[in-house]
């Protein structure tokens, strides 16, 4: 009797030592196989945002614009600094749309913001974020946001509705090209090439 009771509490320990095993061996399997499918391309990583870099210079014929101020014209050549890889191959259908932006964007200023350079500074980021979103609607783009900052950001306003300087100024330090117009394509830099106002 004492010898069967033996055997049944060995067969008892026996059967739990097994379970632990297949549980133990069932976790290092799972373990396995979710480390070697994230390293062998389960695990996607996030795409890199494109890498901006300066491509081709265009120079549009010369605008002549009245200003603002009443009797007052300006005569303006500008070139564009687009992104590496936009086909300027295709600027003629482009010409309309983008010299209509430039000349309601002239036809805003005062002979007096032209004049200055802080003035002219803000004509050209302007221009290119005015350029930009126009760009992205004709191609359908969705992420055209009209700001000429990083995607999905804008210039804070103040309470009276002017950009907040001091936020403005934190923001150009964060910028990774400080010297371009615009931190997204197709146009980067804009050239005032000539410019008079009479």
């Not at 008892?12 to 297949?22: C, D, V």
């Not at 221009?127 to 609607?137: D, E, G, K, S, Y």
């Amino acid at each position: 009797m004492a010898k069967k009771e033996a055997q049944d509490a060995q067969g008892a320990s026996g059967k739990k030592g097994g379970k632990l095993q297949i549980i133990l061996l069932l976790v290092i399997v799972l373990l396995a196989g979710g480390f070697f499918g994230s390293k062998l391309g389960g695990g996607k990583s996030e795409p890199k945002e494109k890498e901006l870099k300066l491509g081709k210079v265009y120079e549009f014929d010369e605008f002549l614009v009245n200003l603002r101020d009443p009797d007052t014209y300006a005569r303006a050549q500008i070139a564009l600094h687009f992104e590496d890889g936009f086909a300027t191959g295709h600027m003629e259908e482009l010409l309309p749309p983008m010299r209509d932006v430039i000349i309601l964007k002239l036809s805003s200023m005062s002979s007096q913001g032209l004049q200055s350079g802080e003035g002219k500074a803000k004509l050209k980021k302007e221009l290119a974020a005015a350029l930009n979103h126009r760009l992205h609607a004709l191609h359908g783009d969705d992420h055209a946001k009209g700001s000429g900052g990083k995607k999905g950001s804008s210039p804070k306003k103040s309470a009276a509705g002017g950009h907040d300087d001091a936020h403005e100024e934190e923001a150009e330090e964060d910028l990774k090209h400080p010297d371009w117009d615009s931190q997204e394509g197709p146009v980067l830099k804009v050239y005032f090439t000539n410019l008079a106002i009479q």
